[in-house]
């Protein structure tokens, strides 16, 4: 998360606290519009995280599509 929190200070010129507010804000908004199997994953990302994610993803589809493709 520090590298997006130095990111959004770098171009738009807002305090390092502002920025973790406007990170943090961020970060909130998109765990609330992704099913919750993805969601739990967000923050793992940001910390570098994403061994298991694409596992998750690729679950969540199959169950989506129903077998589609088998």
């Not at 130095?6 to 099913?35: M, R």
């Amino acid at each position: 998360m520090e590298q997006l929190i130095d990111l959004i200070v770098q171009k738009t010129g807002i305090s390092q606290e502002n920025a973790q507010k406007a990170a943090q804000t961020a970060i909130d908004f998109l765990k609330s519009k992704l099913p919750p199997a993805l969601a739990g994953q967000v923050d793992a990302a940001l910390a570098g995280d994403t061994s298991g994610m694409a596992a998750q993803a690729g679950d969540m589809l199959k169950g989506k599509l129903g077998g589609f493709g088998s």
